[in-house]
């Protein structure tokens, strides 16, 4: 037990499996990859997955599909379990019979790809998995259980679902979705809520900044409004065993919590809604350690912690450094590998090292408490202790 406590697991790495890399290969629109000539004779491949890319994309390669090379990334690094996830932006662009197919053979493979993965005891992979659902705009709601149902049942190394934040075509707080997350709820699959969309490109203004708007500020907003949405629709009182993990340390919501509480308790269409201020809401959720920064850990975790105070009843306070602690239990390690690789050689990804970093340095934080967020958290939460 001891020793698991102090594995190194990453619960944000992704995958385009091979199947959804042929279907990449094939569109001729984003998302899709194309194959071009270098100015030296040679052919690249390119990944053009976001709106606004540039029209060129980017460089993308077997670190995207080849199972070796996220072993090898995952050796690199110190990494002992992975909980692989497709990358945006999944199956959202098909239609719903084709997602429906596609989101079975995905799953399928995924659990081919972690099945046979290296073991590391008799009873644990280097390699779990977040599965697809068909959850694509004109979804038919009744057939979101079953897909759920049939993913839990038939799919032992996928612990989890990857959820981007367009539900059926109107959003995660569609009052159609209410069997999905009741479904959820009920099989323990751990639900992973991933931008791709951002805010749109009008925020970002004229100036050419990259990609830097739309993944630093674009991506964490479009998350911090999906989650925000789902709780002031009731999702979170309804199911309470719903268990959501947010990307990028669930973006800005922890940041503007007490003030989203203060704007529902002065609306008087929304006052009373919630069985809890906003705040508590923090500490049923899950956060990814995907922050860069230890002021920014040791924020998110004061906030989570801090959660409890704001029960409907007998709420109890806490002091800064009790709630740091008690909130960095719902924290968890994530690389976002492969993206942000380094720009030129190096032998440890600057991504993957600075977020190492800030686990290391966050003060309030006891060795026992960073080796939760390191790897024991995340064991506990996908049921592997
Ligand atoms: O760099 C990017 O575009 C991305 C992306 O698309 N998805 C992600 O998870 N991280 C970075």
Redesign the pocket.
Known sequence: MAALQKLLVDV?T?VYLPRYASLLRARLNAPRILTRSTPSGQTEDRLL??DDEPSGGRPVGAQYWDREEKLKFMDKHGISVSFVST??PWLDFLPFSDAQVLAQELNADLETYCSTSPSLSPTLKRLYGFGLLPLVPGAPASALAPAVSQLASNHPHIRGIILGTRGAGAGLDDPALEPLWGALAETGLVVFL?P?YGVGAPAWGARENG?VLP?ALG?PFETTIAITRLILAGVLDRHPNLRILL?HSGGALPQLSSRLASCITHDPEVAGRLKHDARWYLGRLWFDAVAYGAAELGFVSEAVGRAERYASVSGKAVGEQEARRSGSQRMVFGT?HP??PPLGESEKWQSVVENLEAIGEVEAWSEEDKDGVRGGNAMRLFGLQ
């Open positions: 944000h992704h997955i976001l990358a945006n991933h791709h990609h993944l991506f990307a976002d993206f942000f």
